[in-house]
């Protein structure tokens, strides 16, 4: 049986060492095989990686996406800068792919953060994952997983649901083909997402808002899912050529 337990922390605007945070708010209550699901954005804050829009420079490039999305030109050379590739947009966000997530202004994002601010993707998610594993192994002589998560928009659907970007110490996506499903039929293409599925389970008590949750310890996950893997955003990502979705909306070799 799985067990979330949402861990507050108070507003932090700027850098911070987000180990010692972890520690001081559940340092002492960690065991052995629990999972840490934290946002990418609190990740971010300590890492600095908060930008004052009114310090960017805008190139003719952004300038242009500026007019054609209704898009402060500022915000547009960040998501140039941030992604891979740009891909179109509506009036007020751009798609972008960044390292295999396509995701609305290459996950930059103005909430929760001051006014005239923006809040750009840890630097290396992968790398903060397995940081922060390896930090409360040696203080606490535990073995955790890591996940860090963000909030997604989901093709034709409502609302938020949460993705992984990064993670340490779990199978974070777990590849079922070869079993067999309840009828003897052999999978073929299927992985469990599991990062992503933690992901969303823990946005459920994260929030959207001012609920200042951006913690989230899952507490039962099986062992079978835990060992040492790290996964980047690439990891997660599915090859192009490969993806339903893409290859039908003719994106094919454009991303």
């Known amino acids: 049986m799985l067990i979330l337990r949402p861990v507050r922390v108070p507003v932090k605007?700027?850098?911070?060492?987000?180990v010692a945070a972890i520690e001081k708010k559940i340092g002492a209550g960690l065991r052995d095989g629990d999972v840490l699901v934290i946002s990418s954005k609190f990740i971010a804050m300590s890492e600095?990686?908060?930008i004052r829009l009114g310090s960017v420079k805008a190139t003719a490039k952004a300038k242009a996406l500026g007019v054609e999305y209704h898009m402060d030109s500022k915000l547009c050379e960040l998501v140039l800068r941030?992604?891979?590739h740009v891909i179109g947009g509506i009036p007020g966000f751009l798609l972008a792919s960044k390292e295999g997530l396509l995701t609305p202004n290459a996950g930059i994002d103005k909430s929760n953060v001051r006014h005239g601010a923006v809040i750009l993707y840890p630097?290396?998610?992968?790398?903060?994952?397995h940081m922060i594993r390896e930090a409360l192994m040696f203080s606490r002589g535990v073995s955790v997983g890591v996940v860090v998560c963000d909030s997604r928009l989901s093709p034709t659907r409502k609302g938020t649901t949460g993705v992984a970007i990064g993670a340490s110490g779990i199978d974070a996506v777990r590849d079922m083909r070869g079993r067999r499903d309840l009828f003897g039929n052999v999978?073929?293409?299927t992985s469990q997402a599991i990062a992503d599925d933690l992901s969303s389970a823990a946005e459920v008590l994260m929030g959207e808002s001012d609920e200042s949750t951006p913690i989230v310890l899952v507490r039962g996950l099986k062992r079978a899912l835990r060992d040492g893997?790290?996964?980047g955003p690439r990891r997660f990502a599915v090859r192009i050529e490969?993806?339903?979705y893409l290859r039908?909306?003719?994106?094919?070799?454009?991303?």
């Open 248 to 255: 039908s909306l003719g994106f094919a070799g454009r991303v």
């Open 242 to 244: 490969e993806d339903v």
């Open 48 to 50: 600095g990686r908060v």
């Open 229 to 231: 893997l790290e996964y």
């Open 187 to 189: 999978l073929k293409v």
């Open 13 to 18: 605007v700027t850098r911070f060492d987000i």
């Open 123 to 129: 630097r290396k998610a992968d790398v903060a994952a």
């Open 82 to 84: 941030e992604s891979d």
